[in-house]
């Protein structure tokens, strides 16, 4: 048989395959992609023989995919994305100035480093559609290995076999209060200093706040948190009404250090502390002309981002 036509049928069987996973059963399946119950079992059966391998448990009238079969459905989703990079791209060659770009973003960087790039981005291409998904940083990367956006932007750099990340700059994270609460506290000289000053923290479980709390854990130091919350806008609201201090990236609170409305603490044997924000791509993918292009300007506009 010729290689193309195999080629084409164990595509065929591997997106059946794909089906039956997803709509639990071979006829749900058979009904979802307008076909026999018959016909999805022979795709399934000559797909088990291609591979060697059982791929599903049948249960009644539901399926359950054995270990085999998670990979081979692993393999599966990645060729239909792939199939549908290729259309996208494909289609924005006939179309260079229109397109599309889908970002997953963390919210650090959607609000404070984003609009920059986005302004550069869409000089050069107004007709361009672009979508930004803010979500954390784990499910930024789900979103590209999963290919429901093309590029992530994370605060800190990201390992995976299937990703590729590319550093963009070191974002700062300083100790910072207002003039008010200087005026209320003797600004801290020594690390030491801060053990009993009122802390405004992030909340636990995000990475700013590990970073912090083991810094702080090796001088010995246990916080006093006044306040906590999950976001930089309250954190700064606080802040500027005086109601304790707090490490923060440089990002978010460069303008006011520079308006004067925070001020920037360096207590002697306080170590430098930063994030660094990072852009995240697919190994496997292949970038589209808007995607490229995005990814040029990130490049060289990243020295910007360095705070004060």
């Known amino acids: 048989m010729h290689i193309g036509k195999v080629s084409r049928m164990l595509l065929r069987q591997l997106e059946t395959f794909a089906c039956i996973v997803e709509q639990?059963?071979?006829?749900?399946?058979?009904?979802?992609?307008?076909?026999?119950?018959?016909?999805?079992?022979?795709?399934?059966?000559?797909?088990?023989?291609?591979?060697?391998?059982?791929?599903?448990?049948?249960?009644?009238?539901?399926?359950?995919?054995?270990?085999?079969?998670?990979?081979?459905?692993?393999?599966?989703?990645?060729?239909?994305?792939?199939?549908?990079?290729?259309?996208?791209?494909?289609?924005?060659?006939?179309?260079?100035?229109?397109?599309?770009?889908?970002?997953?973003c963390v919210d650090t960087v959607a609000v404070y480093t984003l609009p920059d790039l986005l302004?550069?981005?869409?000089a050069l291409h107004p007709a361009?559609?672009?979508?930004?998904?803010?979500?954390?940083?784990?499910?930024?990367?789900?979103?590209?290995?999963?290919?429901?956006?093309?590029?992530?932007?994370?605060?800190?750099?990201?390992?995976?076999?299937r990703l590729a990340c590319l550093p963009l700059f070191d974002d700062a994270v300083a100790l910072v209060a207002s003039p008010g609460f200087l005026a209320a506290y003797p600004p801290p000289q020594v690390v030491a200093d801060l053990q009993d000053l009122p802390f405004i923290a992030y909340e636990a479980g995000t990475h700013i706040r590990a970073l912090v709390d083991a810094v702080l854990e090796q001088h010995g130091i246990r916080p006093r948190i006044a306040l906590e919350f999950d976001g930089h806008e309250a954190v700064r609201e606080v802040l500027l009404r005086g109601l304790g201090l707090a490490f923060v990236p440089l990002s978010t609170a460069g303008a006011d250090i520079a308006a004067g409305r925070l001020r920037r603490l360096s207590p002697q044997g306080l170590p430098a502390l930063s994030r660094q924000t990072s852009l995240i791509m697919a190994r496997d993918g292949h970038p589209g002309p808007a995607a490229l292009d995005f990814i040029r300007i990130a490049k060289e506009r990243s020295a910007i981002f360095t705070g004060p």
């Not at 302004?119 to 869409?122: G, S």
């Not at 499910?139 to 750099?157: F, G, H, I, K, N």
């Open 24 to 104: 639990g059963g071979l006829t749900a399946a058979a009904e979802h992609l307008h076909l026999s119950q018959p016909a999805v079992s022979r795709q399934l059966k000559a797909l088990e023989r291609e591979l060697g391998a059982e791929l599903c448990l049948r249960r009644g009238h539901s399926v359950q995919p054995t270990a085999a079969g998670e990979v081979a459905y692993a393999f599966a989703q990645r060729l239909a994305a792939l199939k549908q990079d290729l259309r996208q791209q494909v289609a924005e060659l006939a179309r260079p100035e229109a397109g599309s770009l889908v970002l997953s």
């Open 119 to 122: 302004a550069a981005f869409l």
């Open 128 to 161: 361009v559609h672009v979508h930004v998904h803010t979500v954390p940083t784990r499910s930024a990367v789900a979103e590209v290995l999963q290919r429901e956006a093309d590029l992530a932007l994370t605060t800190t750099p990201v390992t995976h076999p």
